[in-house]
């Protein structure tokens, strides 16, 4: 086990390196940043100063290996818009998309498996018939569509939501703005939480349904039956338990991305988070807080997915068998 806890850390090393190098790349050839530091009214011989101060004429290798130093130490380069280290600002806008993810994770959870199992037991039941079909619409609207369809049902129409915003905030451990314990940020928080995890709970559903209807074929599960174990401990325990392995690997790939996927989400609801401060940064050319956002996500979807792996080994031996072959 440790030896492929080794082999993935080290694939994940890898991956991040790789990221950061397309990051960098991306913020060496896109724009000027001392144009965007001290704008247009300063003379040529005073910008040439600036770029050797900041080691702009450097190669390319050296900058990227100067910026590697620093982002090992946290430092990810300065916001030219805010004027703040990338790093901080990041860290400012990152607790609001992670109660997001946070929430509709829990969403996704609390409804696909309960769905996914009885569609599974009880294929040709009406509900099941809905269940499916509610979840090829949910896989064809974008979620900038359901967002927007939340927002006039729930805050044009029956005025029972807000409709942008985080609403109130608690601010926890000196840094954390957190709307999870106030009413009223729990309100702004339901219909963004809700769109975001309409892009992942139908596949979630149809995901746990083929894999369960599958086991519930196996020959184990017919022994049980014969045996005359009760149905509930059959599907829960023989059957579910055997599901979870296939949920638990695409679950850490769609958690990771659910993050990134949060951009629309925001812009919509207005919502504070990374995703539309990474809009903003884009439209204000602030290459450094673009690559900050760009390897800060990277981090998050290298780490969830190598834990994810390390879990799945742990739960399933013969990954670790078929690892060392």
């Known amino acids: 086990m440790f030896a492929f806890s080794v082999k993935r850390i080290l694939q994940a090393v890898i991956v991040m390196l790789i ?3 397309i990051g960098f790349a991306i913020k060496h050839n896109f724009g000027d940043p001392v144009r965007d530091l001290v704008g247009q009214r300063v003379t040529p011989t005073e910008r040439a100063e600036i770029r050797e101060k900041l080691g702009l004429n450097d190669p390319f290798m050296v900058q990227y290996v100067r910026f590697l130093g620093n982002a090992v130490h946290g430092n990810l380069g300065q916001s030219y818009f805010f004027k703040k280290p990338a790093t901080e600002v990041i860290i ?5 998309t992670l109660e997001l993810v946070f929430c509709s994770a829990l969403i996704i959870i609390l409804l696909s498996v309960p769905c996914g199992i009885y569609s599974a037991i009880k294929p040709k039941s009406w509900f099941s018939k809905f269940i499916m079909g509610s979840s090829i619409v949910g896989v064809s609207m974008p979620v900038f569509l359901t967002a927007i369809l939340l927002i006039y049902i729930f805050s044009v129409e029956l005025h029972w939501l807000p409709s942008y915003g985080r609403g109130e905030t ?3 451990f000196g840094w954390w703005d957190s709307g999870l314990l106030t009413l009223d940020g729990l309100k702004h928080l339901i219909m963004p939480s809700i769109a975001l995890s309409s892009i992942m709970l139908p596949l979630f ?4 349904r083929s894999e369960m209807m599958e086991v519930l074929e196996t020959e184990y599960v017919k022994y049980a039956w014969a045996k005359g174990i009760q149905p509930r401990r059959v599907w829960l325990v023989h059957a579910f338990k055997n599901t ?3 949920v638990i690997t695409v679950g850490g790939v769609q958690l990771g991305i659910m993050v990134a996927f949060t951009i ?3 812009t919509v609801f207005q919502w504070q988070g990374m995703g539309s401060m990474f809009i903003e940064s884009v439209e204000r050319s602030d290459t450094s807080l673009m690559v900050a956002y760009l390897v800060f996500v990277g981090i998050v979807f290298v780490l969830v997915n190598t834990f994810v792996d390390i879990i799945y080994g ?3 031996p013969t990954v670790r068998v078929a690892g060392r072959q």
């Open 314 to 316: 742990l739960v399933n």
């Open 19 to 21: 990221i950061s190098f």
């Open 92 to 96: 400012k806008k990152a607790p609001a």
């Open 244 to 246: 979870l392995l296939p």
């Open 205 to 208: 559903i149809r995901l746990i």
């Open 170 to 172: 608690v601010r926890l």
């Open 264 to 266: 629309l989400t925001e």
